[in-house]
C-alpha cells in the first residue's frame, strides 16, 4: 500500500493544495492520501490559524465526492503544535506494511532537518516535493530522501487568499466555490 501524507495550516484549503493532491496520486500511484490540518505548525508561531472546526469544514468541502482523499484530524485532537514526526509514527504503527510518502511544497523542503526529530523522521517517511513558483528546485538536505513531482506549478497561497478577503477582493479563482461560499459566510479573515 502506498500512503501520502499531506500536513499544513490549510488555512485555507486552496487550488494549489489540491494539485498537490492530484499530482501526487498521479504520479506516485498513491493508494490513500491523507489531508492532515495541523492544529498549530511549528514555523509559524505568530499566526494564530482560523479555528480548526472551520479549517476542517473546509476541508471536508475541498474534498468531497474526492474518494482517494480522506481527511485526518489527529493533529487537531492532539492540540498544542503539531509536530510531523508524532503523526508519522502514528502511520508507522498504524499501517506497518506502508510505504509513506510525505508531501511538502518546494518552500518546505529545504528546511526539512529544522524539523523536530529529523533523523527519525527521514528514517520513517520518504518526502516528496511538489514544485512551486518562484522555489528553487530542491536539494534534500541529508538525511532526508525524496522525490520532485513534475507537477504544474500554481502561484496560489493561503497567506494571498487571506489578504485578498481582507482587501475585498474575490477568491472564487483561487478556492472551489463550495469553500469560497463558506468563508464568506463565517466571515472569515475580514
Ligand atoms: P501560507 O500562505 O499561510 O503560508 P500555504 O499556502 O503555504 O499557507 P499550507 O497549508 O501552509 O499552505 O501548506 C501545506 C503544504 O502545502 C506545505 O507543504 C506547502 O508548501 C504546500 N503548498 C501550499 N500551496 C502550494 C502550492 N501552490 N504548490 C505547491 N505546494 C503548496
Redesign the pocket.
Same mark, same amino acid.
Given at each position: 500500500m502506498r500512503l501520502g501524507l499531506? /500536513?499544513?495550516?490549510?488555512?485555507p484549503?486552496?487550488? /494549489?493544495?489540491l @494539485?498537490?493532491a492530484h499530482v501526487a496520486i498521479e504520479e506516485l500511484g498513491l493508494d490513500r492520501l491523507f489531508f492532515i490540518?495541523?492544529a498549530q505548525?511549528p514555523f509559524?508561531p505568530a499566526?494564530q490559524p482560523a479555528p480548526a472546526a472551520i479549517r476542517l469544514q473546509l476541508l471536508r468541502l475541498a474534498l468531497a465526492g474526492k474518494t482517494n482523499c480522506e481527511i485526518d484530524d489527529q493533529e487537531i485532537r492532539r492540540g498544542g503544535v503539531s509536530y510531523t514526526i508524532e503523526t508519522v509514527r502514528d502511520y508507522a504503527k498504524c499501517f506497518p506494511e506502508a510505504e509513506m510518502f510525505y @508531501?511538502? /511544497?518546494?518552500?518546505?523542503a529545504a528546511k526539512l532537518n529544522e524539523w523536530r526529530e529529523a533523523g527519525e523522521l527521514a528514517r520513517l517517511t520518504q518526502f516528496v516535493v511538489?514544485?512551486?513558483?518562484g522555489e528553487a528546485p530542491v536539494n534534500f538536505p541529508a538525511p532526508f530522501r525524496g522525490r520532485t513531482l513534475k /507537477?504544474f506549478? @500554481?502561484?496560489?497561497?493561503?497567506?494571498?487568499?487571506?489578504a485578498r478577503v481582507q482587501a475585498g477582493l474575490v477568491i472564487e479563482p483561487l478556492v472551489p466555490p463550495a469553500v469560497a461560499e463558506a468563508i464568506r459566510a463565517a466571515k472569515l479573515y475580514l
Open positions: 499531506f /500536513g499544513g495550516s490549510f488555512d484549503v486552496h487550488l /494549489g493544495h @494539485l498537490v490540518p495541523a505548525s509559524k499566526n @508531501l511538502i /511544497g518546494a518552500d518546505n511538489t514544485p512551486r513558483p /507537477g506549478p @500554481l502561484a496560489v497561497s493561503s497567506s494571498e487568499i487571506r
